[in-house]
């Protein structure tokens, strides 16, 4: 049975995103190859409806994530044109978790970042808070990042989604 706690989610929505904002759930079954996608407003999908039908899903074997950046509203689909605001600076450590953090927290042009998802021993997600961002100057951003710091460069795009905070890592055993 898939653990989830709806409060880690629904705080890191209210911390990451504006109350206005739209985002995307992208939902995803390793094990049989399932997914779905839900695109709303922020404080619909903080509603304890939606969090107890993602914790369903989840019971289901699905992993659950979010977009890093919000989306126009009325969005249908999680493309580059759907991108309304730049959220996140946003890096994906898919192995050596600890040593990137090490790194990034060794380097002096770069703030300490404004929060940390580990999404299983040793990855994790980084996240730097930002505005003013353009899709193009973000993305450029985390593809240097990712190649100085040796995270994933498949991770940079600005419709990039990541674990929703609360829910379990299925990718790797869906029989947890």
């Not at 689909?77 to 759907?82: I, L």
């Amino acid at each position: 049975m898939a653990s989830t706690s709806r409060d880690p989610a629904v705080r890191f929505l209210q911390i990451g995103y504006q109350p206005s904002d739209w985002v995307a759930i992208f939902l995803r079954a390793y094990d049989t190859g399932r997914t779905a996608q839900h695109l709303g407003p922020l404080l619909q999908l903080c509603e304890r409806r939606w969090q107890t039908w993602l914790s369903a899903m989840a019971y289901h074997h699905f992993n659950v994530y979010v977009t890093v950046n919000a989306l126009v509203p009325h969005a249908r689909d999680r493309t580059r044109a759907s991108v309304a605001a730049i959220r996140h600076v946003f890096l994906d450590a898919d192995r050596e978790g600890s040593l990137v953090l090490a790194a990034i927290g060794a380097r002096r042009d770069v703030p300490p970042p404004s929060y940390v998802l580990h999404t299983s021993p040793d990855h994790v997600h980084v996240f730097w808070r930002v505005s003013g961002f353009s899709p193009d100057a973000v993305e450029r951003l985390q593809k240097h990042l990712a190649r100085e710091l040796g995270t994933d460069p498949a991770a940079t795009p600005c419709t990039q989604t990541t674990r929703l905070p609360g829910f379990l890592n299925l990718k790797y055993n869906p029989t947890n």
